[in-house]
């Protein structure tokens, strides 16, 4: 989904030079790709933790530079312009010293179940698991606020910012909680059902495109 709404706004940006529609081009492409690296070990080799938790390793790069097109994004919003030109060198250097640091503690995830779902544990050892944390705050919560906050004069683009803004803040929380409270399965699965409502507020987004008229 993220994939698809990716290349939605690459057609937008082709036709119009948005740079709105660029930069979820560029948000849903490193999500997307993430999202790959995240499912596909997962789904074909469930019993390799190592391979399972190095996947998860190397999915930091096309999340992060992906969406910290978003915080970016945002500070030339508000003004903040050397900030955005820092943060534009700073969060991916950041995320390169991360991923060389926790090569060394390389995440063994594990599945539990509960019903008749199964779920994974990533099991990311402290203090990798707050770095991420925050690294995932700074790139989703803070732009989710920014769009639930900004204003706007369609109906069709209010209602397009507050489910941008559910999808990150949701999807960001979501994604903090499976990682810093690894062993709490009740949490776990609490924390993949706010990520599951917050993509359904991105399925969302193409009913309004699509059944929507500006007004």
């Known amino acids: 989904m993220a994939l698809w709404y990716g290349l939605r706004n690459l057609r937008a940006y082709q036709q119009t030079k948005n740079d709105y529609s660029l930069m979820f081009f560029r948000v849903g492409l490193g999500v997307a790709i993430a999202e790959y690296f995240y499912g596909i070990p997962l789904l074909f080799l469930p019993i390799n933790s190592y391979l399972n938790g190095l996947s998860y390793l190397l999915a930091i790069f096309p ?71 925050a690294l995932l705050f700074l790139t989703t919560v803070l732009p989710g606020i920014y769009f639930l906050a900004v204003k706007v004069e369609t109906k069709k683009a209010f209602l397009k910012k507050i489910l941008f803004g559910i999808v ?38 193409f009913l309004v495109d699509i059944f929507l008229k500006e007004t």
């Open 63 to 133: 999340l992060f530079v992906g969406l910290n097109y978003a915080l970016r994004f945002i500070l030339k919003a508000w003004d903040y312009h050397n900030t955005e030109k820092v943060v534009a060198v700073l969060i991916p250097f950041v995320v390169l010293i991360f991923f060389l640091f926790h090569l060394h503690a390389v995440p063994m995830p594990l599945y539990f179940l509960l019903g008749l779902f199964r779920f994974v544990d990533w099991r990311v050892l402290y203090p990798y698991d707050l770095i991420w944390a």
């Open 168 to 205: 990150f803040v949701l999807g960001g929380l979501g994604g903090i909680v499976i990682v810093v409270f690894s062993g709490y399965p009740i949490l776990l699965v609490w924390a993949f059902i706010i990520q599951f409502i917050g993509f359904s507020a991105l399925g969302s987004i």
